[in-house]
């Protein structure tokens, strides 16, 4: 069911959501958290989508904030409130209500959502893109437990990274992190076979990928050694390269979808890892509502600790991987010389 309101206010779309539920023969509220999604007319079709679909796992009230640009000053003083609201099947297993501020009233997002929030359930606010600088002191963010942005879709995704990791607040995360978590647990499952220790490690991706850089980032907080980022043709991530002192530990993913895991006295081991929608990515994200800590720690590292900047593989020095190949390589130097 859908219902239009126009030139309306936040008690009216209350009233209609209720109308709707008892139109449709259900009258009780079954959700667990209300969702947020700040975006724009463009952007808009795509989010709400894909929190429709997340809702499937987590049903909860959607609200979509979209501030309609003012083109002249009479327009800008005309504070107007359109809404949309669905319940039903056009709305997934929860509630939508897609809001349109005009006007000033584009300025106080909040004074009109808060009304529209789930009593005594979790609020968590989500920028598919344009996030704000500081997350949790924007007028919406200040209202969530969690906070969602995604450095992916910003014009300069590692200086987004940077300025996420000065304005953390608990309960801020990013999708860029999201990504990576295969990447992270099957990382984290090859080591703990092995029992070695990791003296070194290369991170191969896109250019300018954040998820990338946050990979090698908790790489190298984690696991205190040196990290080298090398740029590949994607698509994401491309590979992991762990230079133990038994051996290396290759995971590789050229296609995007299959990887191969190979180490030292194992078979390679063909592994999914296909690259996630935003519906899955939300998911995931909702599932959990305390603060991430390793998110936390890891965007706090830093990219430009990081061992180099990023480069291509192919301009890569051919340089030993670690400080027990070093006497190896100097041997070969040995050997050629005598053989001249």
């Known amino acids: 069911m859908k219902i239009d309101l126009t030139e309306t206010t936040s008690s009216k779309i209350n009233q209609a959501l209720v109308s709707a539920r008892r139109a449709i023969g259900t009258p009780a509220i079954g959700m667990v958290l209300t969702l947020v999604i700040v975006t724009d007319e463009e952007n808009a079709y795509d989010a709400l989508k894909s929190a429709s679909n997340a809702s499937r796992e987590h049903p909860s009230r959607i609200i979509a904030v979209i501030k309609r640009v003012s083109r002249s000053p009479r327009s800008r003083r005309d504070a107007r409130l359109d809404a949309e609201v669905r319940v039903g099947t056009d709305a997934g297993t929860g509630e939508t209500v897609v809001l349109r501020l005009h006007g000033e009233l584009a300025h106080h997002a909040q004074s009109v959502v808060l009304p529209l929030l789930l009593p005594d359930a979790p609020v968590v606010v989500w920028w598919p893109e344009d996030s704000p600088t500081d997350p949790a002191q924007d007028p919406l963010g200040a209202l969530a437990q969690r906070r969602i942005t995604d450095a992916y879709a910003s014009e300069n995704p590692i200086g987004d990274l940077a300025l996420r990791a000065r304005s953390y607040t608990p309960g801020d995360t990013d999708l860029a992190w999201t990504r990576i978590t ?49 740029m590949s043709s994607g698509p994401g991530l491309t590979a992991v390269r762990m230079e133990t002192k038994n051996g290396v530990v290759v995971l590789d993913r050229p296609d995007g979808s299959l990887a191969t895991l190979s180490m030292l006295g194992q078979p ?17 994200e909702l ?35 670690s400080p027990a190949a070093a006497p190896a390589a100097a041997k070969k130097t040995a050997a050629k010389k005598a053989a001249k």
Not at 204 to 227: H, Q
Not at 288 to 309: Q, S
């Open 268 to 284: 390679d081991r063909a592994v999914a890892l296909k690259r996630r929608d935003t519906s899955e990515l939300l998911a995931e």
């Open 287 to 321: 599932r959990r509502l305390d603060p991430d800590n390793t998110y936390e720690a890891t965007v706090k590292f830093g990219v430009e600790k990081l061992g180099g900047p990023a480069k291509p593989e192919s301009a890569a020095p051919a340089a030993p991987a």
């Open 182 to 230: 295969p990447w992270r647990s099957m990382l984290a499952a090859a080591l703990d076979q092995q029992h070695v220790e990791v003296v070194s490690a290369t991170v191969e991706g896109e250019s300018e990928n954040p998820s990338c850089e946050l990979l090698a980032m908790w790489l190298a907080d984690r696991l205190k050694v040196p990290v080298e980022r090398t």
